[in-house]
């Protein structure tokens, strides 16, 4: 099955067994290497996002251990998507992901580096951060609600409400070589408060009360 077939079959599914809504989405540039920052609550995650409008090009930067789910695994391999072992410095990943923004590709990273399982945002990891300085290109925050619970819903025979809101496109700061792990640190923070001020109050989770979200939401 090519790309463009199954994109179709899930728009179908999409529509018809969910409402999911896409906010924001004029935001995201339309060519160019991109990263998709987002907060990560379902394995339906990834595939909601290769509906995003304006970019039929976006990979998922996923785990390997998602490798041993057949149907996901078909799903993202025939999608497009960059295999990461997080359980060690997968340098093989480094230069897929590289490689494919250089060629002007969008890839969609979960900073959070696996799925919460507690409907709200976890901490934050610096990958991210060394993928966007080694590319310099620019990422886009988005905050996706609605998915946590996708799966007891359809068991329920209810449509789950989706909202996936994108934030403005940012460039990181360039590195600071004198202390490079404040820098890091600074970064992911920033990051994942720009993905959390698009989610109600309810899912910020780890950074409800971050001083530099709150200074953003106000």
């Keep these: 099955m090519k790309r463009e077939t199954l994109t179709a079959l899930i728009q179908f599914l999409v529509d018809h067994i969910t409402h999911t809504t896409f906010i924001g989405t004029e935001k995201i540039p339309p060519t160019g290497g991109l990263i998709i920052a987002t907060n ?3 394995r339906v995650d ?15 930067l996923a785990t390997t251990k998602y490798q041993s789910y057949p149907i996901f695994k078909w799903i993202l391999e025939t999608a497009g998507v960059v295999w990461i072992d997080r359980e060690r410095a997968d340098f093989s990943a480094m ?3 590289l490689d494919y923004l250089k060629k002007g ?9 696996t799925r919460s399982r507690v409907g709200s945002m976890l901490e934050g990891k610096p990958g991210i951060v060394l993928v966007a300085e080694k590319a310099k290109v620019p990422i886009v925050p988005v905050g996706i609600t ?9 068991r329920h025979f209810q449509k789950p409400q989706v909202v996936i809101r994108f934030g ?4 990181l700061p360039p590195m600071d070589r004198k202390d490079r792990e404040a820098w890091l640190n600074s970064c992911t923070e920033d990051i994942m408060c720009r ?15 971050n001083p530099r979200l709150i200074k953003m939401l106000a």
Excluded: C, K, Q, W
């Design 40 to 42: 990560h609550m379902s």
């Design 46 to 60: 990834p595939p909601l996002l290769l509906l995003t409008p304006g970019r039929p090009d976006i990979y998922a």
């Design 95 to 97: 230069r897929g992901t």
């Design 105 to 113: 590709g969008a890839i969609g990273i979960a900073p959070e580096g």
């Design 146 to 154: 609605g998915t946590e619970d996708v799966m007891l819903r359809f």
């Design 168 to 171: 403005d496109p940012f460039y």
């Design 195 to 209: 993905i959390a001020a698009l989610l109600p109050p309810t899912y910020r989770g780890f950074y409800a009360n």
